[in-house]
């Protein structure tokens, strides 16, 4: 019963380095969701995907790239790494929320911790 | 603007003591309000509030929602050190929005 999981766990690069994280989920779930959490900041959204071949930018999508490959997976790219992007990473998806009451919570993946130095 | 406001951000409690945790939101597009506890790892759901004035209960954990005054509360009774984590709030915009937005979460740190 996997849920939602990410790749990797953990993760060190230096500046400029380029990084994809990698999600994946076997819940047949439509909409998929990249977070990032900060000490003190709670989580907050870069990118989601409402269904396969779309995307949307969130709160805070500035350095990173995503990619929906197909229904199961959404990548999370950083193309040219920077110091402020550490942070611990959360995948997570969810069936729609259109659809009857249309109100089913998020499941997440256990993160990947990333350091940039 | 936070759209959502936890309060208090860190709490220091003994076991055995109930504690109230507070979440208020932006009413713009509301759809529904989530509760989730996180340890070490990934958040975990602990609730979904809708409606106003419904109670929903887990064991020790309760929440309930109040739309009129825009706010919900958790409590949870009779703490244990196994309650220690972070506690976040989330709400849910209307319509297209499939976005979840999450408060700061509450540091809950329960000591024998």
């Known amino acids: 019963n996997a849920g939602v999981t990410q790749t990797p766990k953990f993760q060190v690069l230096k500046t400029g380095q380029s990084m994809t994280l990698q999600c994946a989920q076997d819940m047949n779930h439509n909409s998929m969701y990249w977070y990032r959490q900060d000490p003190g900041m709670g989580l907050r959204l870069i990118y989601y995907?409402?269904?396969?071949?779309?995307?949307d930018k969130g709160e805070v999508p500035n350095g990173y790239n995503v990619s929906r490959l197909n229904k199961r997976e959404f990548s999370l790219r950083l193309e040219s790494a920077a110091p402020s992007q550490t942070s611990v990473y959360f995948c997570?998806?969810?069936?729609?929320?259109?659809?009857?009451?249309?109100?089913?919570?998020?499941?997440f993946g256990d993160g990947t911790r990333l350091s940039i130095l | 603007e936070d759209k959502v406001v936890q309060s208090p951000l860190s709490l220091v409690v003994h076991e055995g003591d109930t504690v109230t945790l507070n979440c208020s939101y932006e009413?713009?597009?509301?759809?529904?309000l989530l509760w989730y506890k996180q340890e070490k790892k990934a958040p975990t759901f602990l609730f979904m509030l809708?409606?106003?004035?419904i109670e929903k209960k887990s064991g020790r954990l309760s929440s309930i929602l109040d739309k009129k005054e825009l706010f919900s509360i958790l409590n949870i009774t009779a703490t244990q050190t196994g309650d220690s984590a972070i506690y976040l709030c989330a709400r849910i915009g209307g319509g297209s929005n499939y976005k979840l937005t999450f408060g700061k979460g509450t540091l809950l740190t329960v000591n024998p």
């Open positions: 997570a998806s969810s069936e729609d929320l259109d659809r009857g009451t249309g109100n089913q919570p998020q499941h």
């Open positions: 009413v713009t597009n509301f759809r529904s």
């Open positions: 809708t409606s106003s004035g």
């Open positions: 995907s409402a269904s396969e071949g779309t995307t």
